[in-house]
């Protein structure tokens, strides 16, 4: 028999569905909840928060539409047992509408690349050094032809970096990872239409892999910051 769910306070300020998400929130991050977990009903959960039911159904919905709970037809609501892709949704839209300086973005790929570079180069096994090298040359072969389509060319750019994330072995490194090289498709496509762009992203890469493989942090920083320079002055030149 499962435990009685009691992990909810009462709710008292006017922005009700949005507590009762955050009520959720807290619940999960405290570890009153966990996966696959069974949720109390509906008017079980309206009674704990003391709102009605109908503030309950939307966040219900909300929450269902961000993948943090599940629905199943005749048997209730349950905590999602799995992380689904619409749960990195909000933190797309959130980075997509940010308003401060561009820098703050530039910083941001920054950030994340230098980290799962470095941890990639500790945990990466053959297979993992096999699949980035192989990821390199198809970018590589691509790039050099004479002929190029401008979208497949910036997924090989991504695979490449895909692949260094998948040898972290680490799924919330990877997840965030894949989010943020995602949004910005957009710039990474604008650098690949000019020779120079192309022509440095070969470069970069075969730099980053010496670097990874030497296994030094500090190499790894440097080379992923360098690379990444002629991207962020593309970004600049795009949003000038």
Not at 14 to 24: A, M, N, T
Not at 99 to 120: K, M, N
Not at 211 to 220: F, L, N, T, V
């Amino acid at each position: 028999m499962e435990t009685e769910v009691t992990a909810f306070q009462a709710i008292g300020r006017p922005s009700i569905v949005e507590d009762i998400i955050e009520s959720f929130k807290q619940a999960l991050i405290r570890g009153d909840l966990h996966p696959g977990q069974r949720l109390p009903s509906e008017a079980e959960l309206a009674q704990q928060f003391g709102v009605g039911r109908g503030a309950v159904r939307e966040a219900m919905k909300m929450l269902g539409a961000l993948g943090v709970v599940t629905t199943q037809q005749g048997d209730g609501t349950y905590v999602a047992d799995k992380p689904s892709p619409s749960l990195l949704n909000p933190l797309v839209f959130a980075i997509l509408f940010e308003t401060g300086p561009l820098t703050h973005l530039v910083e941001l790929r920054t950030l994340i690349q230098v980290g799962y570079s470095q941890l990639a180069a500790q945990k990466a096994t053959d297979e993992d050094w096999k699949r980035i090298e192989e990821a390199q040359k198809a970018y590589e072969a691509y790039a050099t032809q004479s002929e190029r389509d401008v979208e497949r060319h910036t997924e090989l750019d991504l695979a490449f970096h895909y692949a260094v994330l998948e040898a972290t072995h680490n799924p919330l490194v990877i997840k965030i990872g894949r989010t943020v090289e995602e949004l910005f498709y957009a710039s990474i496509r604008g650098t690949l239409t000019r020779a120079e762009g192309w022509g440095t992203g070969i470069e970069g890469h075969r730099r980053k892999i010496q670097a990874m493989r030497s296994g030094d942090p500090e190499s790894i920083r440097r080379v992923v910051t360098e690379s990444l320079a002629y991207w962020a002055k593309e970004v600049q030149h795009l949003n000038d």
